[in-house]
C-alpha cells in the first residue's frame, strides 16, 4: 500500500508567512477571469490559478488542491492545479490569530474585519442572505450578496463554525457586515473555535446569585434547579434560539409568564434586538387546559418547523409554566422529542414522576417538600429576577398579585404581600386578579400582550391601568352575580361518609354558557360562598358538566390525581383523564359514562378523610 497523500488545510488565522512553497493545499474556487481562476486559500488569502495551469472544469464554490509554485514579492500567489489518486490525509495548519469580538463590531465601522462564529440563522432575503452569528460576546449579521434572491454560499449549513472576512457597515441603524469570503471551518480548528465559544457562553449565561425577594425555605431549596432554568433561558437567547413559553390561562399562569417575558424581551433588547428580532425569538401562547395538549404542541411545531425553513432559525426551547408536570402533557411532550425540542418546566401543580424524563429541567416546589401555595406566580418573579435581574422594579407585585388570584394559604402569600403594600393592599391584588381572568376569557387563548400589561401596571400608564382594573373588575363582579344568582337555587346538598358537605351543581343546564365565568370559576365562585356559610366544616363542591366535573375543596384531604388515575382504571371505556392541584381540578370522561363516573367519584372523595 502507498502512503497518504498530505493536503494542507490553511486554517482563517495564518498568513501568507504561514504557506510554504512546494506544498499542496485545499482550495476554495471564488471566480474566473479570462486568464485563470480565483481561489481563497483560507478566509482572507486569496491566490490565482493561472489558465495554463487549469487542469478541469470548475464551478465557484467548488474544492481543489492544489500546489504553491511561486510567492512573489508582492505578495501574488501562483498556483498550479493538481489532481490526487489514491487516499489522502487533510492536515489543518492553525495559526494563532486575535479575530475580531461580535461585541466589538460598534468600533470598527467602515474597516474589514475576521471574525469567527456559529452560524444561528441564515435566512434568505429578495436581496442579500443574512446570516446571524454568534460568538463568545454576542449576536450580529452578515450580509452576503451573489445575486437578487440567491443563496449566497450555500455549503454553510445552520450551526456551522465558520471564519469570515468583510466590511462593517451600518444598516437601517443595525451592524452588519459585508461579507468578502466565508468559509466553514473543521477539525481542530473547528473544535477549537466551538469549544471557546461554548466556554464563554457558559459563563456569560450563568445567572447572577441573587436573594429572593422574601424569605423562603421552599423558595431556597428550589434555588439550584431555578438557576439551572434561568441559564437555560439564558444561553437560548444568547445563542438566538427562540423560545415559546406556554402557560395556564389564569391569573397565576398569566402572572408567571408575563415576568419571564418581560426578563426575556429586556435580555434580547440588551443583546441587541428589535423588535422583528422579538417576534422571531420569543412567544408567549396561554394553554385552554393545565397541561400540553397535542392541539398546543402541534400549532408550536407547525410555527417552528415553518420558521425552520423560511427564516432558516432554530428550532424553539418549550417553556411550560404554570402547568406541564403530569401524565397529561407526556404525548406532547414525546411529539416534542420527535424533533429534539429541549422542554423546562416551572410549575406548581403535583407532578408525575414519569414526566422528568422528558425534561431538562423542572422546578415544582413539591420535589422540595412544599406544596400549590408557593404559586407559579412567585416562582415566575423570581425566576425573570435570575435571567435578567434589573426587571424586579417592574415585576415587584406579581408574586402578591398571584398569591391572591391562585388563593394561596402559604406563608409566602403574607410576605410578598406585605413586600408591596405601600404600593399595592390586598384588595388591589385581588382586583388585578380578576380583572387578569376577565379579560383572558374574552381574549379567548391569545396572549393580549399589551393589555396584560396595561392590568398588570408594567407599562407605566397609572391612570390607565387604574381605570381599566376598575372597569373589568365592576363587569366581572356584574357577571359573577348574574352566574350565582342563576345557579345557586340548583345547587344541591348532602353529607358524605366522612362528614364532609358535598355541593353539586350541573353546570350545563343550570349556569349561563360561553359567558364569563367559566364553568371553573362558576364552581370557585358558588364554593366559595357555601365555605363561608359553612365556616368550620369541611365542604366540597362539584360544578357538574355533560363530560367534566370541576372539583373544589376545603378541609378534605384529596387526592384528584390519584383519583384520575383509579378511576381511569377502574371505569373501562369511560375515557377518564384530568388533574390539577390536590385539592382543586377537574377531571373529564366521555359523556354517556356521566352518571357513572360522577357516582363513583362521589364515593372515593367521601374516603379521604377530613380535617
Known sequence: MGSKKIVYRLGSGCEL??????????????????????????????????????????????ILYVNVRNIRDNGNIDLEEISIEGDIEIKTVSCKKSGTRLSDLKNKVGRNVTVEAEIAQIKQTSGPTIFTLVDET?????????????????EIELGDIVSLSGEVMMRNGQLQIEVSHMMALFGEEKEDVKKRIEKALDER?????????????????????????????????????????????????????????????????????????ESHLFKRAPSKAPFYEIEDITRDLDFALKDNVKFGQKLPMILMMDNGSTEEDEPSYRMAKVYGLSIVVV????????????????????????DFGVTAGMLGAELARMIYPAVEEHIRHFPAVAAVGDRSEAPERERYLALVADSYTEDDCKDIALAL???QFWLRFNDGREIVKDILNIKDNYTIHKNLVSLLVKEANLAIKEQMDTSLPHVKDSVLENGSHLFT?????????????????????????????????????????????????????????QMVRE???????????????????????????????VERLIKKIGEFPVE
Open 205 to 277: 449565561a450563568r445567572p447572577e446569585d441573587i436573594p429572593f425577594m422574601i424569605e423562603s425555605e421552599v423558595l431556597e431549596n428550589l434555588k439550584p434547579e431555578m438557576q439551572k432554568v434561568a441559564y437555560l433561558i439564558r444561553k437560548a437567547i444568547f445563542t438566538n434560539q427562540p423560545i415559546i413559553l406556554r402557560h395556564h390561562a389564569d391569573a397565576d399562569g398569566i402572572v408567571a409568564a408575563v415576568s419571564v417575558e418581560k426578563a426575556i424581551i429586556s435580555l434580547i433588547r440588551e443583546e441587541g434586538g428589535d423588535m422583528d428580532t
Open 505 to 561: 351543581i350541573d353546570v350545563e343546564i343550570f349556569a349561563h354558557r360561553f359567558t364569563f365565568p367559566p364553568p371553573g370559576k362558576t364552581s370557585g365562585e358558588i364554593h366559595d360562598l357555601l365555605c363561608r356559610k359553612n365556616e368550620g366544616k369541611p365542604v366540597v363542591t362539584l360544578g357538574i358538566g355533560p363530560d367534566f366535573v370541576v372539583i373544589r375543596s376545603r378541609g378534605v384531604l384529596m387526592n384528584i390525581p
Open 17 to 62: 508567512e504561514d504557506i510554504v512553497v512546494g506544498n499542496i493545499y485545499e482550495v476554495r474556487v471564488q471566480g474566473f477571469a479570462k486568464f485563470g481562476s480565483f481561489v481563497y486559500l483560507n478566509n482572507h488569502i486569496k491566490g490565482l490559478i493561472h489558465v495554463s495551469n487549469v487542469k478541469t472544469d470548475h464551478k465557484e464554490g467548488e
Open 437 to 439: 381572568d376577565y379579560e
Open 138 to 154: 454576542g449576536t450580529e449579521s452578515a450580509a452576503a450578496f451573489i445575486e437578487a434572491g440567491k443563496r449566497s454560499y450555500p
Open 567 to 597: 378511576l381511569r382504571e377502574e371505569i373501562k371505556g369511560g375515557g377518564v383523564n384530568g388533574g390539577g392541584h390536590l385539592v382543586v381540578g377537574s377531571i373529564k370522561f366521555v359523556e354517556g359514562m356521566r352518571n357513572i363516573v
Open 347 to 370: 410549575d406548581h401543580h403535583h407532578p408525575d414522576e414519569s414526566t422528568d424524563a422528558y425534561l431538562d429541567a423542572h422546578v415544582n416546589p413539591y420535589h422540595v417538600g412544599g
